[in-house]
């Protein structure tokens, strides 16, 4: 793998594609034999997410060097630079739901008329619900539930930039929008309608003072939207951030928990 890796890198600096090492990485990337970002063992927080650069660029080395293409799917045609997914077996796709090539979804996952991006990583049982997306490099863990209309952020450029992930078990209500890099942590509740991005103040407001976090929501938080009070030259105003005002309990299992969450704080979903 290294020679692969050494070779994608040589192409990137020479601002000039290797196909054959980059159509090889990107069906590691489609076969999930390598993904965009790897979890340090034992380790926690977004600091635990290590970017595979390498495969990034061949991603972007990969639009360079692909034609643009006329397809069609039964009556709907399409005029694109890269392929559906194929390797469908053991998920499910609802139609018009899209997996492009070069993502993989791990055995159970359920896509509704929502978007897969290249170079994504959806792990098993995970929902993508009716227009929802999966943006390019996104990294989403097992069991997890995207809601509909949630909008999961593609980061590839640039290279080095840490992809949105959402860690195992996470439930993201209606219309989230998570985007530059934000890291959900393992069984987070996200109320609907909730925004998260880079610069986003989450707000853990559970105790006598608040705790301010960016770019992490800790695992089991429940988060809802809110807004804090900010001066400008003009006025006072309303800015938008995210409310931590619970965690999710250890004493049931994670279905039967979820459920008293969103009745316990009232959320929509």
Known sequence: MSTLRDRIDAAWQRGE????????AIQLLDAGQERIAVRTPGAEGPDAWVVQEWL?????LYFRMMPMKRGQLGDLPYHDKI???TSLNDIRVVPPG???YGAHLEKGCVVMPGYVNIGAYVGAGTLVDT???????AQIGAGVHLSGGVGIG???EPAAARPVIVEDGAF??????VVEGVVVGQEAVIGAGVTLTASTPILDVTGPAEVVYKGWVPPRSVVVPGVRPKRFAAGEYGMPCALIIGQRTESTDRKTTLN???REFALAV
């Open 17 to 24: 594609p290797d196909p054959d090492a980059v159509l090889e």
């Open 56 to 60: 990034k660029q061949a991603i972007l």
């Open 83 to 85: 392929p559906l997914k």
């Open 98 to 100: 899209t997996i492009r």
């Open 131 to 137: 227009w929802a997306t999966v943006g390019s490099c």
């Open 154 to 156: 593609g980061v590839l």
């Open 172 to 177: 993201l209500g209606s219309r989230c929008v």
């Open 260 to 262: 008293a969450v969103l």
